[in-house]
């Protein structure tokens, strides 16, 4: 059994309260009492979304609900856990990750991987900078890695398990460094950068759960925390030159009512400027925009850069923000397993048991006795 843990079907009303003033904050698959408190909850999901979801195109998953919508709707506590739920599954589905680091395993990150080679390769002959990422070496050695643990579970022999995992450690150790240079080097192409960012960071969430795997979870926990601090810092660079450019303030227009409700803005730039003002940014940006009776003549429209934003940058952008949410939470969750000493696998089986009896709306909700609210 979990250690000062103990499983529940609803959030307390404190803590959603908590969470509707903005005293709490809700990353991933963890709520804490700030962006560096203590953890009240872990929302574990009993199930992955289907590669089919993570096909969907980012205006429809992201019509779900965040935060910042909940702080505007509601000031009833009754049911708001599982619009919380909702909020945690739609950071999963657009950030193509599974919301818990223990279920982000070889397989998931091994699906991950194959839905990013065949976009590649559907790109590769129209653009020069993909044809070069797509013939480099470490492509495959990648694919050949994953490849290697798919079955690590399966291997009965404990120090040949240790052999595989040592060896793919020293594979994505290196494949890491390497989508690291590249992402810092890119300055130029918002496409090239996203996809050095995927490869960066599949490989640095294997890195570290083959360390969990093999016991070695302050390791595991360390190697994160560095690669989220480079991570931020090199997306928020992408996001602020290469995706918001110079004018954030156009997404106030009506052209992007649809794809970008003005708490999705808010919640971009919360990240993009490492600053939590909330709906204070749709005020400055306001003031950044053409007052009403200036001459401006309006009637020269760029369609095709406004399809290519949607279809593009609004995608973009909302995927480093989910990501951002889930870096924080998997951090938390390596703690939590380096503090009840057991392995990622080991916690998926517990989390599986517990699933049979006390899943809510798809999850398994840990409480932390330490910090009952």
Known sequence: MLNNLKVVKQISDTTISGLLKGDYKLHG??????????????????????????????????????????????????GITDQVLEVSTRTMTIANLNLAVTAAGFTSLHQRLNVLEKRLAELQAKFKA??????????????????????????????????????????FAETNLKYKELLTQVDDSRRTAMAYEEYFSLTALAHARCHAELGELDMARRFLENTYSFWQGQTRRVAKDLLLVRYPERFLFSDYVEEVPVSVLAEWCDFVYN?????EWIDELRKKTIPWYAKKDFSKIDSGKLRREKERVIPALSKLVARNNLFQGYIAEYDLL???????????????????????????ILQSTDNEI
């Open 130 to 171: 993909f044809r070069t990422l797509l013939e480099l070496e470490e492509r495959a050695r990648i694919n050949a890695a994953f490849q290697a643990l798919l079955n690590i579970d399966k291997i009965n022999d404990s120090e040949n398990r240790r052999q595989i995992l040592i060896q793919q450690i020293q594979v």
């Open 338 to 364: 380096e503090s009840q000493k057991i392995t990622p696998s080991e916690f998926e089986k517990e989390v599986a048991l517990l699933a049979q009896d006390s899943a809510a709306n798809g999850y398994v």
């Open 275 to 279: 600053e939590e003002k909330g709906y």
């Open 29 to 78: 698959a963890v709520i804490r009492a700030d962006s560096r408190g203590s953890i009240l909850y872990y929302l574990l999901p009993t199930t992955q979304p289907p590669i089919s979801l993570l096909l969907q195109p980012i205006s429809i998953i992201s019509q779900g609900i965040n935060i910042y919508q909940l702080q505007r709707k509601t000031n009833k506590l009754i």
